[in-house]
C-alpha cells in the first residue's frame, strides 16, 4: 500500500506542454489511493482538456474563482480548496507560475489557493532549458524552497523547442515516487524496527482440538498498521486470526502456539527498536499433547496443564535499546496489578483496559485505555475506536522514546 494511499491530493496544473502528463499522474495518484482535485490556470487548458482530468481524478476540475456556466454561478473557494488538501503538486510549475508564486501574485485561483494552503506544497517546474537557465528563474526556485516548498527537480532531455537540455518535468511515476520517499523520510518511525504480537493463541489438547480465547487480533493489527503509517518496518507476529492487512511497511509472521510465539518474538526481538505485545497469549498449554484423536467416554475427562513461556516477561529481562511495551487487560485493582506487571516485566510501559469498561477489551471494535509509563504517569483516553486507540498509543511512545 502506498503511503499516499487515503490521502487528499489538490493537483495545480500550469500552461506548459507537459501539462499533457498530468493525465497519467493523476493516473498514478489515484492508483495509490489518493483522492484527487485539479486545478488548472486558464491558459493551461490549452494544452489539456479538463474533461480529461476530471474523468481521470472523479472530480471536477477547477480553474476559474466561480463556475460561470453553472445555475447559481457556484464560488470555488481558494481557503477550501487549501484546508481540504494533504498536499499541492504543482505540475507541470512554469516559469511565469514559479515568479507569481515567489511574489505572493493571485491572479488565478491556482495562486490564491497555493497562496492560502497550509499543507506541504510540491512543485515540479518544466520550461525550456534557457528559461531555466535564467537567473530570475534560478532566483524563484531558491525563494520558493526557502518559504518551505519542496521542488522535484526538471530533468534533462529533450525539450518542447526541440533544443535538449535541463527543463523537464520530471516524469509522472517519478513525481510519485518522489513524493512518497519525501513522505516516508519525515515520518517519525522511519529507520526503526517494530515488533508487534497480536491475537490469541492456540494450544493444541489432540489433532483437533486446543485450547484458546476469544481476541481477534483487531488492537494488535490497528497497532502495526498505525506503526507503519509512521514509517516504521513493522513485524508482526499474530496468533490465528481473521484480520486482514495490506500494508508495504508490515511484514506479518503467522503463529499457532505460545511456544511459536515465543520462537517468533525473541527471532525479532533483538533488533527492535519498539516492542509492543498485545497478544492474549495462552497462559497454559495441556501437558501432553495426544497424537490421535481423543475418544468420548462415559467418564469425565482431565487435562493435565502446564505454564507456557511468558514471552513478554523474558523480553524484559533480556531488554537493551528496545522500547517494550505490554498490555494488561483486568477485571479489579486494575492500575495496583498493571503497575505491579510494568515493574515485574521490566517494561518501558503498559497499556491497561479494563474489562469493568464497556466497549473495551476483546472483539470489540472499540477501546478505552490507560497509558502508564515507567515513571508511574499515566495518561486516560475515552472510548475509541481501535484505530483511533492505536495512534493514541503510539503517539505516547514517541513522546518517551529519546527521552
Ligand atoms: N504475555 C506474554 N506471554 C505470556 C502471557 C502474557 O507475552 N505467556 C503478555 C501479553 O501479551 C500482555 C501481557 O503479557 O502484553 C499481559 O499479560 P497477563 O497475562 O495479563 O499477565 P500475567 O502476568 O500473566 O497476569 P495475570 O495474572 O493477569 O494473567
Redesign the pocket.
Known amino acids: 500500500m502506498s503511503i499516499l494511499s487515503g490521502k487528499k491530493i489538490l493537483l495545480g496544473v500550469t500552461a506548459g506542454i507537459a501539462a499533457y502528463k498530468t493525465a497519467n499522474l493523476v493516473r498514478l495518484f489515484i492508483k495509490s489511493g489518493a483522492e484527487v482535485q485539479v486545478i488548472m490556470t486558464p491558459a493551461s487548458k490549452d494544452f489539456i482538456t479538463p474533461l480529461t482530468l476530471s474523468t481521470l481524478s472523479k472530480n471536477p476540475v477547477h480553474s476559474t474563482f466561480y463556475d460561470k456556466e453553472e445555475e447559481n454561478e457556484l464560488w470555488n473557494n481558494h481557503v477550501d480548496l487549501g484546508l481540504w488538501a494533504d498536499y499541492m503538486v504543482i505540475a507541470p510549475a512554469t516559469a511565469n507560475t514559479l515568479s507569481k508564486m515567489t511574489n505572493g501574485t493571485c491572479d488565478n485561483l491556482l495562486l490564491a489557493t497555493y497562496l492560502s494552503a497550509k499543507c506541504p506544497v510540491y512543485f515540479a517546474p518544466a520550461m525550456d532549458l534557457d528559461m531555466y537557465k535564467h537567473p530570475s528563474t534560478k532566483q524563484s526556485l531558491t525563494k520558493l524552497q526557502e518559504f518551505g516548498n519542496t521542488m522535484i527537480p526538471a530533468t534533462s532531455g529533450e525539450l518542447a523547442s526541440g533544443l535538449v537540455g535541463e527543463g523537464r518535468m520530471a516524469e509522472p511515476e517519478d513525481i510519485v515516487a518522489f513524493i512518497e520517499n519525501d513522505i516516508l523520510s519525515q515520518l517519525p518511525l522511519k529507520g526503526k524496527k517494530v515488533m508487534i504480537?497480536a491475537g490469541p493463541t492456540y494450544e493444541a489438547i489432540d489433532p483437533v482440538r486446543f485450547i484458546g480465547n476469544h481476541s481477534s487480533g483487531k488492537m494488535g493489527f490497528a497497532i502495526a498498521n498505525a506503526a507503519a503509517n509512521l514509517g516504521a518496518e513493522v513485524y508482526l507476529i499474530s496468533g490465528p486470526s481473521q484480520q486482514k492487512i495490506a500494508h508495504s511497511l508490515v511484514k506479518r509472521i503467522d503463529v499457532t502456539s505460545?511456544e511459536e510465539m515465543y520462537e517468533a518474538s525473541h527471532a525479532h526481538y533483538p533488533d527492535a527498536d519498539i516492542a509492543i505485545?498485545?497478544?492474549?497469549?495462552?497462559?497454559y498449554r495441556p501437558k501432553n499433547v495426544v497424537n490421535e484423536k481423543i475418544k468420548k467416554k462415559d467418564t469425565s475427562l482431565e487435562i493435565a496443564l502446564e505454564p507456557?513461556?511468558?514471552?513478554?516477561?523474558s523480553l524484559g529481562k533480556i531488554k537493551k535499546q528496545q522500547f517494550l511495551v505490554?498490555?494488561?487487560?483486568?477485571t479489579n485493582n486494575e492500575l495496583e496489578?498493571a503497575l505491579g506487571?510494568l515493574e515485574?516485566?521490566n517494561l518501558d510501559a503498559i497499556v491497561l483496559n479494563s474489562l469493568k469498561d464497556k466497549g473495551a477489551g476483546f472483539a470489540t471494535d472499540t477501546n478505552k485505555i490507560t497509558f502508564i509509563d515507567k515513571n508511574k504517569a499515566q495518561v486516560s483516553f475515552g472510548l475509541k475506536s481501535k484505530v483511533e486507540v492505536a495512534d493514541d498509543i503510539l503517539s505516547e511512545i514517541l513522546k518517551r522514546l529519546d527521552a
Open positions: 504480537t505460545a505485545l498485545s497478544a492474549a497469549v495462552a497462559d507456557t513461556k511468558d514471552i513478554l516477561a505490554g498490555f494488561a487487560l483486568e496489578h506487571k515485574r516485566k
